[in-house]
């Protein structure tokens, strides 16, 4: 099991409180890459609306 797969699994049990993702442009890796949440992925109606937070530093603080 490696890192995504745990975190799918640790989501699906309900195990995880906080969630906090740093989102940065793909530069390496392309469509086969390993994605940071293995598994199915969330449906379209299950998407939860996350709060932005804009920084000087043109990235974006999400927090779930």
């Known amino acids: 099991m490696g890192g995504g797969e745990l975190v799918a699994s640790l989501?699906?049990?309900?195990l995880i409180?906080?969630?906090?993702?740093?989102i940065c442009p793909l530069l390496i890796g392309g469509k086969t890459a390993p994605t940071?949440?293995?598994g199915l992925g969330f449906g379209v109606?299950?998407?939860p609306v996350m709060p932005q937070k804009?920084?000087?530093?043109?990235?974006?603080?999400?927090h779930a």
């Open 45 to 47: 109606g299950d998407r």
């Open 36 to 38: 940071p949440v293995g």
């Open 17 to 22: 409180d906080e969630l906090y993702l740093t």
């Open 54 to 62: 804009y920084r000087p530093s043109s990235s974006y603080s999400l």
């Open 11 to 14: 989501l699906a049990d309900d």
